[in-house]
């Protein structure tokens, strides 16, 4: 860190100098990811049995953004997208072996924590920001475990699979006798903790990426204990759901045979229970960090970002898991407590993407916004959430298919020409594909102007296994 900051100084010049000259009005910036969550937050209302107080009283405090999208369903390609503002279908990143510096457009573009750095931030971070295979060492000054390691490991049970159900790769699930000081995430969470009780000399951007509830659902006891077996709510599930749909959703939604090991085995109530343990785990470790900020010396002077990176299926068009373009895949969390701008209690609900957090962090701190960043700034919102909104965002899932979602619309477009369109004033669930429908003709044709114009050959892969991102070897 030392040996770049030198070089930068030595051989900026003077205007960029002072722009990188350390400042304690810099913004802050607390940068908080939690892996796989969906909407099973209290304040997103998808569980009525959740349990996430930390997530909840932070989301109170600036704005939640809650009809947000990820730029794909599944780990690494949502994460690049996020990191360097830049879509699937433009950059080619469309699966988890896929490493994103192989990318033509990414091999050497800015990442946020190096545009921050360029502005003269130090980035550190601990945990799951970028895909666990891709830690990306040049876009963070220190990092924890390590930068070749960013994830630490974590307890599991003796004998797997821990719920007796053979066959479900990492779709496991069971109770630790261990403490939450010995799971992984209580680690990030330190770190974090570690950081923050140091008061900033110069603006700091620091990430702490959450695991949990990302599969294995392993967590201490005490969080199974909160959510009796007895007592769990499924989710609404049509069982016809999948008669409209056509076969290349039909294709995605049977990637995987769990609904049928999971309803076979009996399960279905087991796992939801074990993903409520495990995002409620998840929330004690976010809030262990809110916590250490708020009574520590850095108190109000961190902007927080916090975000999930796209949400999660379990059962609802008989599909576990992400890997769709259905809501339940692509819908995610996203926050914002930006002191001095958003104002507590803000709620928007225009339609927004997970890339449109660089051009967010790039004006709120004044660093250079790269031209490779797609996305729009979310500054507008922060200032007023009620502020108008008159383009859909979109997910793009594998090459080629697509779904635009405004307020009201799903519009689902594959890469053999299939549609589905849903309406959300009437359908939340998205049971009723109206595509076929003559009276939604101009609907369609609207949203369809803000389809991706390219669709970019997918980037090399790394680990030559051929899988796109639909099946356990990489889950992620
Ligand atoms: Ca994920
Ligand atoms: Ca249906």
Known sequence: MVSRRALLAATAAPLVFCRNAPSASRRNVLFISIDDLNDWVGCLGGHPQTRTPNLDRLASTGVLFSNAHCAAPLCNP???????GARPSTSGVYSNDEPYRKSPLLENALSIPQALRGAGYTVMGAGKIYHGNYPDPQSWDDYWPSQQRNQPPTPEPAAKPANGIQGSGNLDWGPLDK????????????????????????????ACGIYKPHLPWYVPRKYFDLFPLDSIELPAVNPNDLDDIPPAGVKIARSNKDHQR????????????????SIAFADAQVGRVLRALETGPNA???????WSDHGWHLGEKLHWRKFTLWEEATRNVLMMTVPGVTKPGGRCTRAVNLLDIYPTLTEL?????????????????LKNPQAPKGTPTLTTFRRGNHALRDERWRFIRYADGAEELYDHSNDPNEWENL????????????????????DAPASPTGRGNGNEGGHAPVEG
Request: aromatic share 10%; glycine share 10%; proline share 4%.
């Open 78 to 84: 949502s994460r690049a997208a996020l990191m360097f």
């Open 179 to 206: 403490g939450d000081e010995d799971m992984g995430d209580y680690g990030v969470a330190d770190w974090t903790i570690k950081q923050l009780a140091r008061k900033s000399s110069g603006p700091r951007f620091l």
């Open 300 to 306: 109000g002077g961190f902007d927080i970002v916090l």
């Open 262 to 277: 999971i309803t076979g085995a009996h399960a279905w109530k087991a796992a939801a229970r074990a993903y409520l343990a």
């Open 365 to 381: 701190t004044g660093a250079r916004k790269p031209e490779t960043v797609e996305g729009e700034s979310l500054v507008r919102f």
């Open 435 to 454: 595509a076929a429908k003559p009276e939604h003709a101009a609907v369609k044709q609207r949203l369809e102007n803000y389809f991706p114009k390219i």
